[in-house]
């Protein structure tokens, strides 16, 4: 695992389009910004067993946009 320390308003690139920027660090809360290319998938980490099972279970991408709401966070 690759540990970097990043103060507000720093970046963190990975790989081609993948951008991470600390937007916000409030007691041990740290707010981040993503941007990726479309077809890269985003998930908080206790969120990806739920969607990989969604994933198996599914035919094709149609089915996992039709994860229930509750357990994806709109965008702002």
Do not use: H
Request: glycine share 10%.
């Amino acid at each position: 695992m690759l540990v970097l320390s990043r103060k507000i308003g720093e970046e963190i690139v990975i790989g081609n389009g993948v951008r991470i920027v600390v937007n916000r660090i409030a007691g041990n809360r740290v707010s981040i910004g993503v941007t990726a290319p479309g077809d890269v998938s985003i998930l908080r980490g206790e969120l990806e067993a739920i969607a990989n099972a969604f994933s198996d279970a599914s035919e094709g991408p149609e089915e996992i946009a039709e994860m229930p709401a509750a357990l994806c966070r709109p965008a702002r």
